[in-house]
């Protein structure tokens, strides 16, 4: 079993609609979770982070964690074409573990 | 505040010979973590460096290695290149303190190509 796993995808959304992305992890230990933005030949940017169970809200963006199904994801409101790139999923315990990533394609 | 910089941008190797690229982290970070991407195996974690000190260590091969200097920049080694080793080579940034809250920033990274 990987240790973080997520749809490969490509999900596609149109423009406005809410996009929903999905990451499981093994490790109970994990402590910290974070989301990760990479636009084709760039590198990673981070989007946001979340240690506790529930809603953290950022702009346009929402990270959900719950560590009892060791499930987080990410919500993007209002989704823009503008947002189409692959999503990493990373979880920090003793160091980080990326997930790999899902592509999504938000269509105007 | 400067972001994280990485030399070079590219690289064009043949297999056998190595390869050291450099990692310069935002001012005042002191923990520098290398990755690999390849679209394979996606991202994975080779070795981080925390005030000159290696504290965590991925699973690649004694091939790869790393070194931190006083000034927190850091280098990683690439000895006899393997065809396998092309990839991009991030670098990420962190204040490296203990505790969760370890956001990483990364450098736009090095694209390593092997003949």
């Known amino acids: 079993q990987k240790e973080v796993e997520q749809n490969s995808g490509p999900l596609s959304v149109p423009e406005g609609a809410i996009a929903s992305l999905n990451c499981t992890y093994s490790?109970?230990?994990?402590?910290?979770f974070f989301w990760y933005r990479q636009y084709s030949g760039k590198s990673p940017e981070l989007i946001m982070f979340?240690?506790?169970?529930g809603d953290k809200e950022d702009g346009r963006f929402t990270a959900q964690l719950n560590k009892a199904s060791q499930y987080v994801s990410l919500l993007i409101r209002d989704s823009q074409p503008s947002d189409s790139a692959t999503y990493l999923c990373?979880?920090?315990?003793?160091?980080?573990?990326f997930g790999p990533g899902t592509r999504l394609s938000v269509l105007p | 505040k400067a972001g994280v910089t990485q030399t070079p941008r590219y690289l064009i190797k043949t297999r056998g010979q190595q390869v050291t690229l450099s990692c310069s982290p935002i001012?005042?970070?002191?923990?520098v973590s290398w990755y690999q991407q390849t679209p394979g195996q996606g991202l994975q974690f080779l070795f981080e460096?925390?005030?000159?000190?290696?504290?965590n260590k991925g699973n690649f091969p004694g091939r790869f290695s790393g070194r931190q200097f006083s000034n927190s920049r850091s280098e990683m080694n690439v000895s006899t290149l393997e065809l396998g080793d092309s990839a991009l080579y991030l670098c990420?940034?962190?204040?490296?303190?203990?505790?969760?809250?370890?956001?990483?920033?990364f450098g736009p990274g090095t694209r390593l190509t092997v003949l």
């Open positions: 990420a940034s962190s204040d490296g303190l203990a505790g969760i809250y370890n956001e990483q920033f």
């Open positions: 490790d109970r230990g994990s402590q910290s």
């Open positions: 979340i240690y506790s169970n």
């Open positions: 990373a979880i920090y315990g003793q160091n980080f573990v």
């Open positions: 001012s005042g970070h002191r923990s």
């Open positions: 460096y925390f005030s000159e000190t290696q504290r």
